[in-house]
């Protein structure tokens, strides 16, 4: 019985929480409407510019990471590619099939197939 009471409870407590989160997202929500509503044409149109100008933002950072070779799966011959690569871009993932005294005396590589992320941010 006395289990069965606090689960009752926990249920409540839960549904209470849920509702009130619920409420927030609402009204938050409400007023992002009520703030579109209220706009004028101008504001709608420097919005709109604004939406255009970060797609046309992201798709020229598509297309220059396209032309770094994002996405490829490629094998690079040397130590000193590996390198050029490596410094071009922000992050890079490598996929070492096979020992080499680079991937084992620079990097650490140590077993036979390794897979590394080289980020810029770290």
């Given at each position: 019985?006395?289990?069965?009471?606090?689960?009752?409870?926990?249920?409540?407590?839960?549904?209470?929480?849920?509702?009130?989160?619920t409420?927030?997202?609402?009204?938050?929500?409400?007023?992002?409407?009520?703030?579109?509503?209220?706009?004028?044409?101008?504001?709608?149109?420097?919005?709109?510019?604004?939406?255009?100008?970060?797609?046309?933002?992201?798709?020229?950072?598509?297309?220059?990471?396209l032309?770094?070779?994002?996405?490829?799966?490629?094998?690079?011959?040397?130590?000193?590619?590996?390198?050029?690569?490596?410094?071009?871009?922000?992050?890079?993932?490598c996929?070492?099939?096979?020992?080499?005294?680079?991937?084992?005396?620079?990097?650490?590589?140590?077993?036979?197939?390794?897979?590394?992320?080289?980020?810029?941010?770290?």
């Amino acid at each position: 019985m006395e289990a069965d009471a606090s689960v009752d409870m926990f249920s409540k407590v839960l549904e209470h929480q849920l509702l009130q989160t619920t409420k927030l997202v609402e009204e938050h929500l409400d007023s992002e409407i009520q703030k579109l509503d209220q706009m004028d044409e101008d504001e709608l149109e420097r919005l709109k510019e604004k939406r255009l100008q970060a797609l046309r933002k992201a798709q020229q950072q598509k297309q220059e990471w396209l032309s770094k070779g994002h996405g490829e799966y490629r094998e690079i011959p040397s130590e000193r590619d590996f390198f050029q690569e490596v410094k071009e871009s922000e992050n890079v993932v490598c996929h070492f099939y096979r020992d080499s005294t680079f991937s084992i005396a620079y990097l650490g590589v140590r077993s036979f197939s390794s897979v590394m992320l080289f980020s810029s941010s770290s």
